[in-house]
């Protein structure tokens, strides 16, 4: 600590649950999954919070929820398992699991944008209904007997404040352990400056941590942001996406860019995590996301991006990234 200001490598508390630092990954859906978050903490992530889970597929036991999404690496804990839903029995039931399962803490979704999410009440929408917000904020604490986060934005539309309004009545009222707070409105989906005087503004008013969201594209926004939000901790969510070494910037553990070996040996960690994770198959095409967030940073040339896009053959995209580590020939 320096000056009354913790460092992000100084340790926190969420509920009791001991964070080792102050940079945390946040929930990124169709990628936050335990081998994408055990990335983060070997990194030097002192949490990382999985992608947001349906609590109604839980409720149901939809089974390739069960299997792919709540599956968690021991190397992991602490983790935090995102749920998103808007009925408090289902959450209830749902947190049950999460918390079966081997979740440190359970994360509710309130900041979801995406329309298909906000129509069945759920998300972002839950900010227009913050009776249902409290109840499955209580719900999901009582039925997973863990503490319980919320992640949301500070408003629906632009100028609109009922995020932050919420967000203390959820610390006040139903005991949430910590609040995410993404201070970009809804309606703004990911774009625009983020309100960290907004987040200063709810940290300074509520005795939960306040971990900041939004914006937090590379170490030196990070660093800003912190400062500037007087938040508790910083959840980084794109800045994070072929770049773990993010976390290792801003714990203190890295001052230069990774050799580009490191890239490659680390991509190629990722191709075999997929396919433990879900087979050679499915693998082979849910790493084509992945792909171009590491192929940039190594200035791939164009024709072995396409391929690596339009091959679901693991082997060869092995091989293809191997070749990236080699020392270019000159023609
Ligand atoms: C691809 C993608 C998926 C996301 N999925 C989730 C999610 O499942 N749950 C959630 O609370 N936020 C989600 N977010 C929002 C991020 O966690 C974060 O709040 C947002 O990207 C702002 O941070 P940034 O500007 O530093 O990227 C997602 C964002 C992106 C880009």
């Given amino acids: 600590m320096i000056g009354g200001r913790p460092q992000l490598t100084d340790p926190f508390e969420i509920g009791g649950v001991r964070i080792a630092n102050r940079v945390l990954l946040a929930p990124l859906a169709g990628i936050g999954n335990w081998f994408v978050r055990l990335q983060a903490k070997r990194h030097g992530a002192g949490l990382a919070v999985s992608e947001m889970v349906s609590s109604?597929?839980?409720?149901?036991?939809?089974?390739?929820?069960?299997?792919?999404?709540?599956?968690?690496?021991?190397?992991?804990?602490?983790?935090?398992?995102?749920?998103?839903?808007?009925?408090?029995?289902?959450?209830?039931?749902?947190?049950?699991?999460?918390?079966?399962?081997?979740?440190?803490?359970?994360?509710?979704?309130?900041?979801?944008?995406?329309?298909?999410?906000?129509?069945?009440?759920?998300?972002?929408?839950?900010?227009?209904?913050?009776?249902?917000?409290?109840?499955?904020?209580?719900?999901?604490?009582?039925?997973?007997?863990?503490?319980?986060?919320?992640?949301?934005?500070?408003?629906?539309?632009?100028?609109?404040?009922?995020?932050?309004?919420?967000?203390?009545?959820?610390?006040?009222?139903?005991?949430?352990?910590?609040?995410?707070?993404?201070?970009?409105?809804?309606?703004?989906?990911?774009?625009g400056q983020p309100d960290y005087a907004l987040t200063r503004r709810l940290a300074e008013r509520v005795e939960v941590p306040v971990i900041v969201s939004g914006g937090l594209a590379d170490a030196e926004a990070a660093r800003r942001a912190y400062e500037e939000s007087g938040a508790a901790a910083v959840m980084i969510a794109r800045g994070s996406l072929g770049n773990p070494w993010v976390f290792e910037e801003l714990t203190g553990r890295r001052r230069v860019p990774p050799p580009r070996p490191e890239v490659v040996a680390e991509l190629l960690w990722v191709i075999d995590r997929a396919e433990e994770h879900l087979g050679a198959e499915r693998a082979g095409r849910y790493l084509r996301k992945f792909y171009p967030w590491y192929t940039a940073r190594l200035e791939a040339p164009p024709e072995l991006v396409d391929e690596l896009q339009r091959s679901a053959d693991l082997p060869r995209a092995r091989e293809l990234v191997a070749s990236l580590g080699r020392p270019l020939v000159a023609a």
């Fill in 56 to 191: 109604f597929a839980l409720h149901y036991r939809n089974e390739r929820t069960l299997r792919d999404l709540l599956r968690i690496h021991p190397d992991e804990h602490p983790v935090s398992l995102q749920l998103f839903g808007h009925d408090p029995e289902v959450m209830r039931s749902g947190a049950a699991t999460a918390a079966a399962a081997g979740a440190d803490l359970i994360d509710i979704n309130m900041g979801c944008p995406v329309p298909k999410v906000r129509k069945t009440g759920a998300g972002a929408q839950l900010l227009r209904d913050p009776e249902l917000a409290l109840a499955l904020a209580r719900a999901a604490a009582d039925g997973s007997g863990l503490p319980v986060t919320v992640k949301l934005r500070s408003g629906v539309e632009a100028g609109d404040t009922s995020g932050f309004d919420l967000a203390i009545r959820l610390a006040e009222e139903a005991g949430v352990a910590a609040l995410a707070f993404h201070p970009r409105a809804a309606t703004k989906g990911h774009k």
